[in-house]
C-alpha cells in the first residue's frame, strides 16, 4: 500500500471513530474518471441513512485533503446482513454464526466452506460444517456471514 492510501485510510479510520463508528472496510473500484470509495462502517446500534450521510460528509472533508474531489466518488454503508469478515476481532465477535469462506488457494481439494465459525486460534480460523477445519486466515479471499431467517 503506498504511503499516500495509508495516510489517507488511518486518518479517515480516525475520524470516523471519532463520530462513535467502526471503519469496517474501504474498497476502491476504477472508473473511467478517477476511482470510486466504498467505506463500510458500523455502530453496536446498526446503520441508518443519517449515519451514512455524517459519516459520508466527515470522511469527503478527509478524502479532499489527499485526492482530487472531482476524481473519486464516495459511498458509505453498513456491512450488511452478509457482511465480511476481516479482521481477527471480526472473527472472535461473530463465533457461533454460519459463515461462507473462499479461499485463495485449495484445502483438502476445496476452495470454499461454509459451516459454523466455532473459534478463532491465533491466526486459524476453526469452521465445522461435516467435519472441523483449521483455516488459515492468510488463506482466506473473502469470508461472509450467512445470513440466517426464521
Do not use: W
Not at 31 to 55: E, P, Q, T, W, Y
Not at 59 to 83: M, Q, T
Amino acid at each position: 500500500m503506498d504511503e499516500v492510501r495509508k495516510n489517507l485510510e488511518e486518518t479517515l479510520r480516525e475520524q470516523i471513530e471519532k463520530k462513535g463508528y467502526e471503519l469496517i472496510e474501504i474498497e476502491q473500484h476504477s472508473l473511467r474518471k478517477g476511482i470510486k470509495m466504498v467505506l463500510f462502517i458500523d455502530h453496536a446500534n446498526g446503520i441508518g441513512i443519517d449515519d451514512c450521510i455524517s459519516v459520508s460528509k466527515a470522511s469527503e472533508v478527509v478524502i479532499d485533503e489527499f485526492i482530487d474531489p472531482e476524481s473519486y466518488e464516495l459511498e458509505v454503508s453498513s456491512p450488511g446482513l452478509d457482511r465480511k469478515l476481516v479482521k481477527k476481532e471480526d472473527f472472535d465477535r461473530f463465533i457461533g454464526k454460519t459463515i461462507k469462506i473462499k479461499l485463495k488457494e485449495k484445502l483438502n481439494d476445496r476452495k470454499n466452506f461454509k459451516g459454523l465459525l466455532t473459534d478463532r486460534r491465533g491466526d486459524l480460523v476453526i469452521l465445522e460444517d461435516d467435519q472441523v477445519f483449521e483455516i488459515p486466515m492468510d488463506s482466506i479471499d473473502i469470508c461472509r456471514i450467512v445470513p440466517q431467517f426464521n
